[in-house]
């Protein structure tokens, strides 16, 4: 038999952390896919032109709806463009776009552009990794702080696998528990 501290650990700590742990897996491998696609636009400088044609390549590849293949020359003649902006602008993917449309480049580096603004849509979030994490906050609160270590667990699990609790019929629950209750006091 656990005592009430190890219990608590093992029903509710433990199972937090474990999401906690795989939504965090799961944002590195979001944020190294995109580092992998376009991370290369904020090292420009650093990197030769063999690698820079490949990087090219592949972002070509991945979204050739949208690029065509004109973008790989377009990027080695912005690679020179880079070198003459200030540091402050092609050290983020916004200011970067910033700076095609601010001095007028964006007609000579359409593709460039394309990719930029590609980027800048994308949605990046970090909220599934602190929900999960701020779901003990949540279910124990001030005025539930005598709930059993049970309860709290359950409720727990509960708020974390919400997208099942919300494909749940509650009706038919509510009525079959309403039922039950109903046949006690007779």
Same mark, same amino acid.
């Given at each position: 038999?656990?005592?009430?501290?190890?219990?608590?650990?093992?029903?509710?700590?433990?199972?937090?952390?474990?999401?906690?742990?795989?939504?965090?897996?799961?944002?590195?491998?979001?944020?190294?896919?995109?580092?992998?696609?376009?991370?290369?636009?904020?090292?420009?400088?650093?990197?030769?032109?063999?690698?820079?044609?490949?990087?090219?390549?592949?972002?070509?590849?991945?979204?050739?709806?949208?690029?065509?293949?004109?973008?790989? !020359?377009?990027? %080695?003649?912005?690679?020179?463009?880079?070198? +003459?902006?200030?540091? #402050?602008?092609?050290? /983020? *993917?916004?200011? $970067?776009?910033?700076?095609?449309?601010?001095?007028?480049?964006?007609?000579?580096?359409?593709?460039? !552009?394309?990719? %930029?603004?590609?980027?800048?849509?994308?949605? +990046?979030?970090?909220? #599934?990794?602190?929900? /999960? *994490?701020?779901? $003990?906050?949540?279910?124990?609160?001030?005025?539930?702080?005598?709930?059993?270590?049970?309860?709290?667990?359950?409720?727990?699990?509960?708020?974390?696998?919400?997208?099942?609790?919300?494909?749940?019929?509650?009706?038919?629950?509510?009525?079959?528990?309403?039922?039950?209750?109903?046949?006690?006091?007779?």
């Amino acid at each position: 038999m656990f005592s009430e501290k190890e219990n608590m650990k093992i029903k509710t700590f433990f199972p937090i952390i474990d999401a906690l742990i795989s939504n965090l897996n799961k944002r590195k491998e979001a944020y190294n896919e995109l580092n992998e696609k376009f991370g290369f636009f904020l090292h420009l400088e650093d990197i030769d032109q063999t690698e820079l044609k490949l990087r090219a390549e592949k972002l070509v590849n991945i979204y050739e709806n949208d690029l065509d293949i004109e973008f790989v !020359e377009e990027l %080695l003649q912005f690679k020179q463009m880079i070198l +003459c902006m200030p540091e #402050s602008q092609k050290n /983020s *993917f916004h200011p $970067l776009l910033k700076a095609l449309i601010k001095y007028n480049i964006s007609s000579t580096f359409p593709s460039i !552009e394309i990719a %930029l603004k590609i980027f800048a849509c994308m949605p +990046c979030s970090n909220a #599934s990794g602190e929900r /999960s *994490f701020s779901v $003990l906050k949540r279910v124990k609160t001030y005025l539930r702080s005598s709930l059993a270590n049970e309860k709290t667990s359950s409720l727990s699990l509960l708020y974390m696998e919400s997208k099942v609790v919300k494909s749940i019929d509650w009706s038919t629950l509510v009525k079959r528990f309403a039922k039950d209750k109903a046949r006690k006091k007779l």
